[in-house]
T-cell receptor, first 117, second 112 residues
Framework: GAVVSQHPSWVICKSGTSVKIECRSLDFQATTMFWYRQFPKQSLMLMATSNEGSKATYEQGVEKDKFLINHASLTLSTLTVTSAHPEDSSFYIC?????????????FGPGTRLTVL | DAKTTQPTSMDCAEGRAANLPCNHSTISGNEYVYWYRQIHSQGPQYIIHGLKNNETNEMASLIITEDRKSSTLILPHATLRDTAVYYCIVRPTNSGNTPLVFGKGTRLSVIA
């Protein structure tokens, strides 16, 4: 099956710093990737849709200037949490859709746990 | 909005079949039923999907009622590693770039 990786798997940072999370599709090309956030004991919440070569589409309530998304290639999307604060501590999960497949299966990365002190 | 209803939690004895129900009474004719699961601190994992007919793969079986208003995911011989949150999701066959929308899912605990 298709593999999606994320780096780092976990990160601890100080309040006010920025953190970049990478999402890669390892064996397929993805024109579209999705970013989710999950707080403890809650379900996944869609943050934004990342489109290769164009601007991301953010869900209502998600600050686009705080959560910068760059999808510069068909295999890489990055999420940068700018000026992170403790309330940004969460589990961030990316997902990618195989552009070459007709059935639009969505594959998930292993997640990145962000802790902001 | 998630268009499915699932029990909040279920227990299952190790080695027994785990039957996870899902109600999707407003499902339309062009929508698939998908099942994913999320083991603690991991990304969601695809299990199975179906449209009308029952489906089986190496992980599970999916039984969809004739009226398609509900379905059951069956793990035939549950192991401790099947402890996870199971999500039932409906989405159109021609979903394009529409992302998966997750509801609250069912927390399955497999007990030794």
């Amino acid at each position: 099956g298709a593999v999606v990786s994320q780096h780092p798997s976990w990160v601890i940072c100080k309040s006010g710093t920025s953190v970049k999370i990478e999402c890669r599709s390892l064996d397929f090309q993805a024109t579209t990737m999705f970013w989710y956030r999950q707080f403890p004991k809650q379900s996944l919440m869609l943050m934004a849709t990342s489109n290769e070569g164009s601007k991301a589409t953010y869900e209502q309530g998600v600050e686009k200037d705080k959560f910068l998304i760059n999808h510069a290639s068909l295999t890489l999307s990055t999420l940068t949490v700018t000026s992170a604060h403790p309330e940004d501590s969460s589990f961030y999960i990316c997902s990618a859709r195989d552009s070459g497949e007709s059935y639009n299966e969505q594959f998930f990365g292993p997640g990145t746990r962000l802790t902001v002190l | 909005d998630a268009k499915t209803t699932q029990p909040t939690s279920m227990d299952c004895a190790e080695g027994r079949a785990a039957n996870l129900p899902c109600n999707h009474s407003t499902i339309s004719g062009n929508e698939y039923v998908y099942w994913y699961r999320q083991i603690h601190s991991q990304g969601p994992q695809y299990i199975i999907h179906g449209l009308k007919n029952n489906e089986t793969n190496e992980m599970a079986s999916l039984i969809i009622t004739e009226d398609r208003k509900s379905s059951t995911l069956i793990l035939p011989h549950a192991t401790l590693r099947d402890t996870a949150v199971y999500y039932c999701i409906v989405r159109p066959t021609n979903s394009g770039n529409t992302p998966l929308v997750f509801g609250k899912g069912t927390r399955l605990s497999v007990i030794a």
